[in-house]
T-cell receptor
Framework: NAGVTQTPKFRVLKTGQSMTLLCAQD?????MYWYRQDPGMGLRLIHY???????AKGEVPDGYNVSRLKKQNFLLGLESAAPSQTSVYFC?????????????FGQGTRLTVV | LAKTTQPISMDSYEGQEVNITCSHN???????ITWYQQFPSQGPRFIIQ???TKVTNEVASLFIPADRKSSTLSLPRVSLSDTAVYYC????????FGAGTRLTVKP
């Protein structure tokens, strides 16, 4: 049982380049989330999805886009990377039922923009 | 606007009970209170959740007063391996983590 898998684990981008981070979950979860975590800081919510075909903005959505074309996948895109987007990115998923707040996290993607 | 407020850091010693209190004055009727633990270089891990009163599991207890404007995570007899960041969240659809409380357990 893989749980939540993030691809890639590490990436170095040049300023202005684009990339897509993939989050895949095999638990049939409805809810999925993308976070960024800067050194010494808490996680900040970028975007989230409450089901296939739906997305919503979180706390820090600027500079990112997301898509949830398939229930098991949640993609995070950076159209034009900036050094300020250097961070560790975490994906998470959880069941649809609101009173079940147990989310499962991926191992993280460490992104450096130079 | 932050949904929760908790202490930035706490220190304790092995074998002591640790209580971390979180304030969530604007909690909505549908929100649940949940706590996560995070170790360096790892994603957060679920500890416990509750709606009101007291909840206990194998690793922690969660105390929620009747007005639900605060909650207290209780960790019994902490060990060095409990050194981590602890996050309090109020959750319905989105999940926002805040800064967390950095707990350091000393020998």
């Amino acid at each position: 049982n893989a749980g939540v898998t993030q691809t890639p684990k590490f990436r170095v981008l040049k300023t202005g380049q684009s990339m897509t981070l993939l989050c895949a979950q095999d638990m049939n979860h409805e809810y999925m989330y993308w976070y960024r975590q800067d050194p010494g800081m808490g996680l900040r919510l970028i975007h989230y999805s409450v089901g296939e075909g739906t997305t919503a903005k979180g706390e820090v959505p600027d500079g990112y886009n997301v898509s949830r074309l398939k229930k098991q996948n949640f993609l995070l895109g950076l159209e034009s990377a900036a050094p300020s987007q250097t961070s560790v990115y975490f994906c998470a998923s959880r069941n649809r039922v609101p009173q079940n707040t147990e989310a499962f996290f991926g191992q993280g993607t460490r992104l450096t923009v130079v | 606007l932050a949904k929760t407020t908790q202490p930035i850091s706490m220190d304790s010693y092995e074998g002591q009970e640790v209580n971390i209190t979180c304030s969530h004055n604007n909690i909505a009727t549908n929100d649940y209170i949940t706590w996560y633990q995070q170790f360096p270089s790892q994603g957060p891990r679920f500890i416990i959740q509750g709606y009101k009163t007291k909840v206990t599991n194998e690793v922690a207890s969660l105390f929620i007063p009747a007005d639900r404007k605060s909650s207290t995570l209780s960790l019994p007899r902490v060990s060095l391996s409990d050194t981590a960041v602890y996050y309090c969240l109020v959750v319905y659809n989105d999940m926002r983590f805040g800064a967390g409380t950095r707990l350091t357990v000393k020998p």
